[in-house]
T-cell receptor
Framework: DQQVKQNSPSLSVQEGRISILNCDYT??????FLWYKKYPAEGPTFLIS?????DKNEDGRFTVFLNKSAKHLSLHIVPSQPGDSAVYFC?????????FGTGTRLQVFP | DTEVTQTPKHLVMGMTNKKSLKCEQH?????MYWYKQKAKKPPELMFV???????INESVPSRFSPECPNSSLLNLHLHALQPEDSALYLC???????????FGQGTRLTVV
């Protein structure tokens, strides 16, 4: 049973435009959500997080939105840069562990 | 220092071998984790240590044996592994009760 889902396995965006990555979850007990960026054969790198009591958190080019009623969160990257090309995982936190989504491969082309 | 260091980076082992993966962090985190990641899949939690005590064991086969000698170190002892155990093994740490986990670079394990 996949509690955290990323329904788009891949996304291609032109440099300078907005990238929007989506994530859905099923467990309403999750209290914290995170986004990680991952390059092949490397560990995930933490990007940004949001508490379940908030609906938006912004850090530079990255903004995460949380819609609790829809059990949905999204990561906006603007402007997108070629260096943003990687796999992005959303993760949900509950009881001492992170549960990861299936990942979305973002490709930013010039 | 926000680094989690894993050694070795790559490991090839036979099914009868015994080997260990090592993980170290100096951020003062008291929670440490082992994850396993297969190709094109998300990381899957294996074990959680909190204050050097095993707090979560996600029904991992006994051929994987974790050890937490102190608050900065986490080992994963491997014995009699199967080819399907080949994967990227990731170590992570976080503040206890915290949410942001910091990951190491991983050990790419190949069982032959």
């Amino acid at each position: 049973d996949q509690q955290v889902k990323q329904n788009s396995p891949s996304l291609s965006v032109q440099e300078g435009r907005i990238s929007i990555l989506n994530c859905d979850y099923t467990n309403s007990m999750f209290d914290y959500f995170l986004w990680y960026k991952k390059y092949p054969a490397e560990g995930p790198t933490f990007l940004i997080s949001i508490s379940s009591i908030k609906d938006k958190n912004e850090d530079g080019r990255f903004t995460v939105f949380l819609n609790k009623s829809a059990k949905h969160l999204s990561l906006h990257i603007v402007p997108s840069q070629p260096g943003d090309s990687a796999v992005y995982f959303c993760a949900a936190s509950g009881t001492d562990k992170l549960i990861f989504g299936t990942g979305t491969r973002l490709q930013v082309f010039p | 220092d926000t680094e989690v260091t894993q050694t070795p980076k790559h490991l090839v082992m036979g099914m009868t071998n015994k080997k260990s993966l090592k993980c170290e962090q100096h951020m003062g985190h008291r929670a440490m984790y082992w994850y396993k990641q297969k190709a094109k899949k998300p990381p899957e939690l294996m074990f959680v240590y909190s204050y050097e005590k095993l707090s979560i064991n996600e029904s991992v086969p006994s051929r994987f044996s974790p050890e937490c000698p102190n608050s900065s170190l986490l080992n994963l002892h491997l014995h009699a592994l199967q080819p399907e155990d080949s994967a990227l093994y990731l170590c992570a740490s976080s503040q206890t009760g915290g949410h942001e986990a910091f990951f190491g670079q991983g050990t790419r394990l190949t069982v032959v």
